[in-house]
C-alpha cells in the first residue's frame, strides 16, 4: 500500500548550499592536464584534445576553370607539402594576365592528394580546450578523457535548456517572479553577464541581449516563437517552467535574486536537467555546512511542485495521502495527494501532476 500511496515523482533541486561533483570531459580524447586536489577557477583549462585532421575533397579543376589535364601547370602547392589557412594552392592568368583566378587553402594541413580534377587535403581540426566551469577541487581524473570537481554553493535546476554552457555574474533585470523582460531593461551593463528574468522574456530583449553579448538567460517560461529563435542562437538558456509565460515559482526567483551582483554558470549539459549553479567561498567556523543534495522522498510534509493543471508553478507540500482514489470533475478517477499551498488552502493534485523540489 505504502508503494501506492506515494509514488516515485520526478525532482527539480533547488538548493541554497550543496556540496555536488560534476563530470567535466572532452569531445575526443586528449590530454588532462590537471591532478586530483588541484584548485580551480571557473575558467581553468582542465583538458585538451589532440589537433586531429579530417580528408577535404574539392573539385579544383571546376573551380579553376580548367581540365585535369591541364591543372596540374597551375598548382602552386604540390602534393605533400604543408599548407596555412589562405595560402593559394592553384592561380591561373586571366584576362591577358591583368586578373588572377586563385583557390586558396581553407585552413592549416597538407595536400595528399591530386587525382583527375579533384584535390585531397587533410585540413587540422583546431584544438579544444576543456575548462573547468565550476569553481572547486579536483576528486577524479579520467585519463585522456576529464575530470570529476567537487564544487560547492547554490544549485537551481530547469525543466529546459539550450546553448550548452554560460558564465558570468548573475544579474538581476526583473524585480517580481511573474515579470516580463522587455529590451528597455537591457543595455551595454548587461553585457557578459547572466540574467535573471521573471515570467517571460520578448523578442526585442532577446535580440538586445544577443546584440549585447550577454553570457546567458534564466528564465521561466518561453513562448514556442522563441524557442525555435533560441535554437539558432548560441545563448545559453535556462527555463524553470515551460513553453508560455510561466511566473518564475517565489522560492526559485528569491534564492537567484539574492546572488545578483555574484558569479554563475548556466550548464545545460549535465546530462540530466540543465542547471544554474552559484559557487560559494566556504569559510571555517560559523555558517552553513555544505552537504551532498540527499535524495527527495515523497512524504507527508515533502515540499512539492504542481506541474500541470490550473495550480500550474506553485509550491507546496504533502499534507494528506487519501488511501482511495479520487474521481475529477472530468469523471476519471486517479491517485493524488492534498497538497497545503498556504496555510489554508489545500488542493487535490493527481500524482502525474506533481514533483518534488528541494
Do not use: C
Request: charged fraction near 20%; aromatic fraction near 6%.
Amino acid at each position: 500500500m505504502a508503494d501506492t500511496l506515494f509514488p516515485a515523482l520526478a525532482e527539480t533541486r533547488m538548493l541554497p548550499l550543496a556540496r555536488i561533483r560534476r563530470e567535466r570531459t572532452l569531445p575526443t580524447r586528449g590530454e588532462v592536464i590537471v591532478s586530483v586536489g588541484s584548485r580551480l577557477g571557473a575558467l581553468d583549462v582542465v583538458a585538451r584534445s589532440h589537433a586531429a585532421g579530417h580528408l577535404r575533397p574539392v573539385p579544383l579543376a571546376r573551380y579553376m576553370h580548367v581540365t585535369e589535364q591541364t591543372l596540374p601547370k597551375y598548382m602552386v602547392k604540390q602534393v605533400g607539402e604543408e599548407i596555412q589557412p589562405r595560402e593559394i594552392i592553384a592561380s591561373k592568368p586571366e584576362w591577358f594576365g591583368t586578373l588572377r583566378r586563385v583557390y586558396r587553402a581553407p585552413g592549416a594541413g597538407y595536400i595528399v592528394a591530386l587525382q583527375g580534377s579533384w584535390l585531397a587535403m587533410n585540413l587540422a581540426d583546431a584544438p579544444f580546450e576543456l575548462i573547468a566551469l565550476y569553481r572547486g577541487s579536483v576528486v577524479s581524473v579520467m585519463p585522456r578523457l576529464g575530470v570529476v570537481i567537487e564544487a560547492t554553493g547554490a544549485l537551481v535546476q530547469g525543466v529546459w535548456g539550450i546553448g550548452r554552457e554560460g558564465y558570468g555574474v548573475l544579474k538581476k533585470l526583473v524585480d517580481a517572479p511573474d515579470a516580463i523582460l522587455t529590451g528597455d531593461k537591457i543595455d551595454v551593463n548587461a553585457r557578459g553577464a547572466i540574467l535573471l528574468a521573471g515570467a517571460g522574456i520578448t523578442e526585442e530583449a532577446l535580440q538586445r541581449a544577443v546584440q549585447e553579448h550577454v553570457a546567458g538567460l534564466i528564465v521561466g517560461g518561453l513562448s514556442l516563437r522563441l524557442k525555435e529563435l533560441l535554437a539558432t542562437l548560441t545563448l545559453p538558456t535556462l527555463v524553470t517552467e515551460g513553453l508560455g509565460e510561466h511566473a518564475m515559482p517565489a522560492p526559485i526567483f528569491e534564492l537567484l535574486a539574492a546572488h545578483s551582483g555574484d558569479e554563475a554558470l548556466i550548464n545545460t549539459r549535465t546530462g540530466a536537467r540543465p542547471e544554474v549553479f552559484i559557487p560559494a567561498l566556504l569559510t571555517g567556523g560559523a555558517g552553513e555546512t555544505a552537504v551532498p543534495p540527499s535524495a527527495l522522498v515523497a512524504e507527508i510534509g515533502a515540499p512539492v511542485r504542481i506541474v500541470a493543471g490550473p495550480r500550474f508553478g506553485e509550491i507546496g507540500k504533502i499534507a494528506e495521502v487519501p488511501t482511495m482514489p479520487r474521481t475529477l470533475e472530468s469523471g476519471m478517477s486517479v491517485w493524488g495527494a492534498e497538497i497545503e499551498l498556504g496555510q489554508s488552502s489545500h488542493v487535490f493534485v493527481p500524482w502525474e501532476n506533481l514533483e518534488l523540489i528541494g
